[in-house]
């Protein structure tokens, strides 16, 4: 089924932000004739402390959700939770009281939080003469200047009376024409911000859809912020606006009916995800920058609290690159690591906000750039160069820096999760990379060109000291090779991978031996006797030859022979070999006698070579194992 674009943009998602008592929650009623404070305690007390949710249809048919977020200090958790996510945000601020402490400290919070569209609604004014509300419209565009809502217009409205509230949806309406569209493309995610059990049909979770696409019937998993587990679930029924509907988008204020899991087993900052579509670390890079507003700076290892989807977590702070002091000052930006103090799962792009450990007040935010970085502290330019290819790059640039840097082997599906880009543009990126010969694909894995390199200087090493070690042995075989690299790939890359060596020269492979492409044994005096003493003794024997037990006499003879293989001397098995000038002219025996015949016995091979049944059938093994012959009841057939 298409779906276009327009017909999604029908859902918006608003969201309130503001001081305590400026207006909040009394606007939306005005705006939906609904009551978003549904705790009895938010009642008797008159504010808001959860989160409440409603909707209301804008003049252009387009469906508005509405998140209501508590005002208070000691609810600022549950504000950022609801406020992740939305697509207009309305800073409310009271006409008899301007701008207060948390109305600058929500302003800071949603310029870390990659909102794009805000209006700034002066409300109560009904209570205020004209002269007042143009002292608080100056106010406010004095203290909000460097926030999110700087050059935002100023719409004023008494909630009570009705006064503005025409023009101020007039106004929410046409910002909905500049809402950027969500990715539906990438895989689904939904930071869950709700969880409650409805009789009849288990449990609820709520969250607005951040990424993706949610059917009916799909399968997705649950990923615990408390823990490493993560739980499968179905979606039994999916709702917008208390409406049964087939499907969700992202942008769209979501509540979902989950199969197989407890609503007990739940909780806020939990993620609904498309499998391995998320990363679990302890650690990432990020670009941050601390807010003009705060008197605090911070040093290397400073605690602080993060922010990010639905969650709040621990963290130490570990600036990047060099600094002129001993501190990041109030409104100063860079790059950082966050070390969690508990394992977190994170995608590149994550707006985050940060807020001071104790006494907790919001001092900066910013975004995750890498998920899953190694640890460091100070970086040089090349690093801070990746930065900030990371945080402003283009798609191709982006994916040939996460695989530059990769400590481990890359496909397509990790490469997405950990750029936040599609599966079908990380694959395009790819394609782009591999032609410009700057990426390479070895079995479904994808490599940088330097670790492709750094890979034959560890493979070259490896080799070199193997012949030095052991002069007269043909090369090492491939698995001794692999395990003593200690490459992070199996044996089927591995194999890959020597033969992308193997084809420009580097490396020579011959029946599972890998030497260097110009190799060979030298031999001593003593050495070659012996060579020459073995080479005669096949020579002469023709297709009845010695078992190599025969010259296992002295470590010496045993190095030759070793040595001999397979250039000289072709293995049967483990104690039986044929000299290579017998193979080739058993072999053009064969090929001659199928050639007439079609078929051949082994009674008929025995007479051909004059040899014994024993070392016939070993020789007619050796070539169906070489796909020469192949085996037909009791005779052979050319392959």
Known sequence: MLYLWGDLMKNVVIGTAGHIDHGKTTLIRALTGRNTDTLQEEIKRGISINLGFTYFDLPSGKRAGIVDVPGHERFIKNMIAGAYGIDIVLLTIAATESVKPQTIEHADIISFLGIKEGLIVMTKCDMADEI????????????????????????????????????????????????EPRNIASPTRMNIDRVFTSKGFGTIVTGTLIEGKIFVNDELNIYHCETKNVTKTKIKNIQIHEKNVPSAYAGQRTALNLANVKASELMRGDILAAEDSVIHTAIADAQFSLTKNTKVSLKMWDRVRIYTGAREILARFVPLGELEQDAVLPGESGFCQLRFEKEIYL?????????????????????????????????????????????EGSTSDIIEEFLKRATDKMTVKTL???????????????????????????????????????????????????????????????EELRSKTGLPIKPKEFDALLQVFSDDGTLKIVDNIVSLTNFSPQYTASQQKIYNEIEKSYLNSAFMPPPKSQFSGSKVSLEVFDSMVPKTLICLDDNNFLHINHMNSAKEMIRRHLSEHKTMSLAEFRDMTNSSRKYCLLILEYFDSHHFTRRDGETRRLY
Do not use: W
Not at 138 to 150: H, M, N, P, V
Not at 431 to 460: C, P, Q, W
């Open 132 to 179: 007042m509300r143009e002292l608080v419209a100056d106010d406010i565009k004095e203290r909000l200047k460097g926030t999110f809502f700087e050059n935002k217009e100023i719409v004023m409205i008494d909630s009570i009376s009705g006064f503005g509230l025409d023009h101020l949806i007039e106004k929410i309406d046409k910002l909905t024409e500049k809402i």
């Open 347 to 391: 995608k590149k792009g994550d707006p985050f906000v940060m807020r001071r450990y104790s006494p907790m007040e919001t001092i900066g935010g910013g975004k995750i750039l890498d998920p899953a970085p190694r640890k460091r502290r100070r970086v040089g330019g090349d690093e801070m160069n990746a930065f900030s290819i990371k945080s």
């Open 416 to 478: 997405s999760a950990l750029t936040s880009i599609g599966e079908e543009e990380t694959k395009e990126a790819l394609i782009m990379l591999m032609d410009k010969k700057i990426a390479t694909n070895l079995n479904g894995f994808y490599f940088h060109i330097n670790t492709i390199e750094d890979f034959r200087l560890s493979l070259v090493e490896k080799v070199a000291d193997f012949h030095n070690k052991f002069g007269l042995k043909p090369g090492i075989s491939k």
